[in-house]
């Protein structure tokens, strides 16, 4: 009775209401998250010109937000909301059922990020901060780099893990190419944090490489060691 009374196209909102999420189409949840539309176009009609300008959920959520606001309707507010709320679908699909897990060994790292850059098409730089017990405090994505390369600075890293009280730090980034076996740049990445470890009290435990469903321990390589080993 009261959906009748309700615009066509306000309707979604409505149902989801009344009937939950999941009652909901793709293209109805969608016409949510874009609101009122604009300029004469509605919701729906917005949700429905994105959702023909890409093949999946997955390229729509890999999208830039260049790609997103050349859709007639799909502004910049808009496209920040849809970005926004596929990245929290897909943190709350990966986010692991222990919420602060030991991370005590290269596996740990694997099996906390393996899933998540499986499919990526870029190389992703991730910092684990770990407490003085090696659990989990957070993880940030520092960098998000080309196809073959993955830029990251010291002060990039270490200012997460300084803000975050961090009693030491894992990076770990992925090659989407396959082969998990470490590069001379990502052995100079690591020796350069490792050195900017020392000099803040923050030591680099590890820099583990993941690819092909494979991962590689930097320190396992002998390209990390504590002060106790080098003496």
């Given amino acids: 009775m009261v959906l009748n009374c309700v615009p066509e196209w306000d309707r979604p909102r409505e149902r989801l ?64 909301r849809i970005l ?37 098409r870029k190389e992703i730089f991730f ?17 998000v780099g080309s196809l073959n390369a993955s830029i990251v600075h010291p002060r990039e890293i270490y200012r997460g893990a300084i803000l975050r009280s961090a009693a030491a730090l894992v990076v770990c980034h992925n090659h989407p190419a396959g082969d998990p076996k470490p590069s001379q740049e990502d052995i100079a990445v690591t020796k350069r944090l490792s050195q900017a470890g020392e000099v803040l009290g923050i030591p680099l435990v590890d820099h583990v490489i993941l690819g092909g469903g494979r991962y590689v321990s930097l320190k396992n390589l002998g390209y990390l060691q504590s002060k106790n080993e080098k003496s």
């Fill in 17 to 80: 209401l009344a009937l939950g999420p999941r009652a909901l189409s793709v293209s109805e949840l969608l016409s949510i998250i874009v609101g009122s539309g604009s300029s004469g176009i509605s919701s729906m009609h917005v949700s429905q010109s994105i959702l023909s300008a890409f093949q999946s959920l997955r390229e729509l959520s890999d999208a830039p937000a260049s790609s997103l606001t050349r859709i007639k309707g799909c502004g910049t507010a808009v496209t920040a």
């Fill in 84 to 120: 926004a709320a596929l990245e929290l679908g897909r943190r709350a699909w990966m986010l692991p059922t222990q919420q602060h897990p030991a991370i005590t060994c290269p596996e740990a790292v694997a099996r906390l990020l393996l899933d998540e850059v499986k499919l990526a």
């Fill in 127 to 143: 910092g684990l901060f770990l407490n003085s017990r090696n659990r989990l405090i957070d993880r940030e994505i520092v960098s």
